[in-house]
């Protein structure tokens, strides 16, 4: 995982193109731009408790109920992006859920 992408929340893959070594680690970074930043000074994004795993949430309920404002309040407040995963979305459909009593 990339490390610069990690520090702000986004897990995304490092290319083995764009690589560099820091105190005896190799690091895969996900762009030109994280390679360019990781370079100039790679110890923010390895401080304790760097690279932290982002955290995912998962938001449902009935229609109209509010999920999209929620979904972007809580992007705000935690600094992280809204992504709507359609596949997750058939997959957990409220409707075609059957109760019994």
Do not use: W
Not at 35 to 51: A, C, D, S, V, W
């Amino acid at each position: 995982m990339c490390p610069v992408a990690l520090k702000y929340g986004r897990s995304i893959a490092g290319k083995p193109r764009l690589v560099t070594s820091f105190l005896d680690n190799i690091f895969f970074l996900s762009s030109p731009d994280a390679l360019e930043q990781f370079k100039f000074n790679p110890r923010p994004y390895l401080l304790p408790k760097m690279p932290t795993s982002p955290i995912k949430f998962f938001v449902m309920g009935h229609p109209l109920a509010g999920k999209s404002a929620f979904a972007k309040e809580l992007a705000f407040i935690t600094k992280s992006s809204v992504s709507a995963n359609f596949e997750m979305r058939k997959k957990m459909d409220l409707h075609n859920i059957v109760y019994k009593k």
